[in-house]
C-alpha cells in the first residue's frame, strides 16, 4: 500500500470562541506537516459562521504554508454578497471554493433577498466572475432532496459543465456504494476526480442520526463496534481508527488515491490514520 502516492485533504468548521480558536490553530498546525493537497472551511447551518469562515480561510492562507479552500454556500443570499464575498477572496489569493447550495431554512425571510435555488446558480455565477477552482458534493447514497440516483447524476453532470474540477462525497461507510457510484459516473462520461468523503467515527450516536438524516447507510456491525464505549473515549478513539484504516484499505485496493478527511476540527485521528497509510512527515 506504501508504493501507492496517498493524498489527502482536511476540513474544518470555524471556531465559535476563544478557546475553540486556540485549539482550533493547535489542530492544523499538527496536520500541515502532513502537506495536504487542501484545508477546506466549512459554514455552520444556514451560513451562521460565514464572517469566522471568510476570517479563517485568510488567515490559513497568510500564515500557513496550507492551500485553503473556502466552503460558499448560497441559500438566502443575493448577487451583491456573494460578488463581495468572491471579491474578497481573489484579492486575497483564495483561489479554490467549494460551491454547495447550503440548508433550506425552515422558514423564509421575506425581507432577505434569495437570488440562488441552487449550487449549479451559484457556479455559474462565480465562474463568470473569476476563474475560481470549483469543488462540488456528491453523493454515492443520494442526496435526501433527489428523486433518484439519476438526478444526482444528471446535477453532478451540470456542475462540471459549468466549471467544477472535482467533487467530494458526502460521508458514507458502504465502500461498494461509493464504487458503484463512480462506475455510474464514468459511464456517464463523468471523469473528475470523486474523492472519498471519510469520517471517523468518534460519537456513535450523534454520527448515526446524522447519518439518517443524509441518507447514509450505517452498518449494524460497525454500530454493535461502539456499544458500552459510551463513557470509554480512548478506547472509542481506538476503534474509530480501525474502522477508517479498513475502510481507506478497501478504498485504495480499488484504485482510489486521494481522500479527504472530516476532521471535526481533531487532528489526533486523522493524523494516526494518515500514518498508518504511509503519509508520513519528515524529521
Given at each position: 500500500m506504501k508504493t501507492k502516492k496517498i493524498s489527502v485533504s482536511f476540513e474544518f468548521f470555524p471556531p465559535k470562541n476563544q478557546v475553540s480558536i486556540e485549539s482550533l490553530w493547535t489542530n492544523i498546525k499538527r496536520l500541515e506537516p502532513l502537506k495536504p493537497k487542501f484545508i477546506s472551511v466549512t459554514y455552520g447551518a444556514g451560513g451562521s459562521t460565514r464572517e469566522n469562515t471568510h476570517s479563517l480561510v485568510k488567515e490559513i492562507k497568510k500564515k500557513t504554508s496550507l492551500e485553503p479552500a473556502a466552503h460558499l454556500t448560497c441559500m438566502g443570499t443575493s448577487y451583491q454578497e456573494i460578488e463581495m464575498i468572491a471579491e474578497d477572496y481573489w484579492n486575497?489569493?483564495?483561489r479554490h471554493l467549494v460551491a454547495l447550495r447550503?440548508?433550506?431554512?425552515k422558514e423564509i425571510d421575506g425581507n432577505k433577498q434569495n437570488d440562488f435555488k441552487y449550487a449549479t446558480d451559484l457556479i455559474?455565477?462565480?465562474?463568470?466572475k473569476y476563474d475560481f477552482e470549483i469543488t462540488v458534493s456528491a453523493y454515492p447514497e443520494m442526496h435526501p432532496d433527489s428523486?433518484?440516483?439519476?438526478?444526482?447524476y444528471d446535477v453532478l453532470k451540470k456542475k462540471i459543465d459549468l466549471g467544477a474540477t472535482k467533487a467530494i462525497t458526502q460521508f458514507f461507510f458502504n465502500v461498494n456504494a461509493y464504487?458503484?457510484?463512480?462506475d455510474g459516473a464514468l459511464k456517464r462520461g463523468i471523469n473528475i476526480p470523486i474523492i472519498p468523503g471519510i469520517l471517523p467515527v468518534t460519537?456513535?450516536?450523534r454520527t448515526l442520526q446524522f447519518a439518517k438524516k443524509m441518507n447514509c447507510e450505517m452498518p449494524?456491525?460497525?454500530i454493535e463496534m461502539f456499544k458500552g464505549l459510551d463513557s470509554d473515549q480512548e478506547t472509542r478513539k481506538l476503534v474509530a481508527v480501525t474502522i477508517v484504516y479498513d475502510q481507506c484499505r478497501k478504498l485504495i485496493d480499488?484504485?482510489?488515491?486521494?481522500?479527504?478527511f472530516y476532521t471535526l476540527n481533531r487532528a489526533d485521528l486523522s493524523f494516526a490514520i494518515c500514518h498508518i497509510l504511509g503519509i508520513r512527515t519528515l524529521g
Open positions: 486575497t489569493g483564495v447550503g440548508d433550506v431554512p455559474r455565477f462565480l465562474k463568470g428523486d433518484s440516483l439519476e438526478q444526482e464504487f458503484e457510484f463512480v460519537n456513535c450516536k449494524l456491525d460497525l480499488g484504485g482510489i488515491e486521494d481522500f479527504h
